[in-house]
């Protein structure tokens, strides 16, 4: 399901400059057909009074020319990530040294895969996409509850089967480290 979500100049520009992502990127990433952020950025888009820091920046592409815009307007070049067996490719980008933010991306085919990917993490919270100024979530649950979820930091752990096909063999491995860094963020998972 998708949805409108309302994002304003400045508070983009503070959440940026706050986070030390590359000027322009993330107002840029924002309208970008075909670019979806979720994750921890998505949730401080959601929830940009948060203190939560965030630590990398995830996104699907569809297109690998994403990553060659991505380093040639803002700095961040890519390097292929060897995962254990999977058919999804992964890349890691970096813009310069030092402190600046990991962009950890998927490279996936369709709208469809992507939204699969999306709608199969293990967390409630996790279960939402942006892409081009629309927000995009599972619509087994109410955004307006996810977003407060979100606000509250509130995690809960989704019952039933999930298609891991797009995820690397070691996925709960990943979900478990995933799940305690957002405990010690101050997040309550709840199974």
Same mark, same amino acid.
């Given at each position: 399901?998708?949805? *409108?979500?309302?994002? &304003?100049?400045p508070?983009?520009?503070?959440?940026?400059?706050?986070?030390?992502l590359?000027?322009? $990127?993330?107002?840029w990433m924002?309208?970008?057909?075909?670019?979806?952020?979720?994750?921890?950025?998505? %949730?401080?888009?959601?929830?940009?009074?948060?203190?939560?820091?965030?630590?990398?920046?995830?996104? @699907?592409?569809?297109?690998?020319?994403?990553?060659?815009?991505? &380093?040639? !307007?803002?700095g961040?070049?890519?390097?292929?990530v060897?995962? &254990?067996? &999977? !058919?999804?490719?992964?890349?890691? =980008?970096?813009?310069?040294? *030092?402190d600046?933010?990991?962009?950890?991306? +998927?490279? $996936?085919?369709?709208?469809?895969?992507a939204?699969?990917?999306v709608?199969?993490n293990?967390?409630?919270?996790d279960?939402?996409?942006?892409? #081009? /100024?629309? @927000?995009?979530?599972?619509? #087994?649950?109410?955004? =307006?509850?996810?977003?407060d979820?979100i606000?509250?930091?509130?995690?809960?752990r989704?019952?039933?089967?999930?298609?891991?096909?797009l995820? +690397? %063999? #070691?996925?709960?491995?990943i979900? /478990? /480290?995933?799940e305690?860094?957002?405990?010690? %963020? =101050?997040?309550t998972? @709840?199974?």
């Amino acid at each position: 399901m998708a949805s *409108g979500l309302v994002t &304003t100049g400045p508070d983009l520009a503070s959440l940026a400059a706050a986070e030390r992502l590359p000027q322009g $990127l993330l107002h840029w990433m924002l309208g970008v057909h075909g670019l979806y952020i979720y994750g921890g950025l998505l %949730k401080r888009i959601i929830d940009p009074a948060s203190t939560v820091p965030l630590g990398d920046v995830d996104v @699907i592409a569809l297109d690998a020319k994403v990553m060659e815009v991505m &380093t040639e !307007r803002f700095g961040i070049v890519f390097r292929r990530v060897n995962t &254990t067996i &999977t !058919r999804t490719p992964y890349f890691i =980008g970096k813009a310069g040294h *030092g402190d600046a933010k990991i962009v950890h991306l +998927a490279l $996936l085919r369709s709208h469809e895969q992507a939204l699969r990917y999306v709608m199969n993490n293990q967390l409630d919270i996790d279960r939402l996409a942006l892409s #081009n /100024h629309h @927000i995009f979530y599972d619509p #087994n649950f109410d955004l =307006g509850a996810l977003c407060d979820a979100i606000r509250a930091k509130r995690a809960t752990r989704v019952q039933g089967t999930r298609d891991m096909t797009l995820f +690397a %063999k #070691n996925r709960p491995q990943i979900e /478990h /480290h995933y799940e305690v860094r957002l405990r010690r %963020k =101050g997040y309550t998972v @709840i199974d």
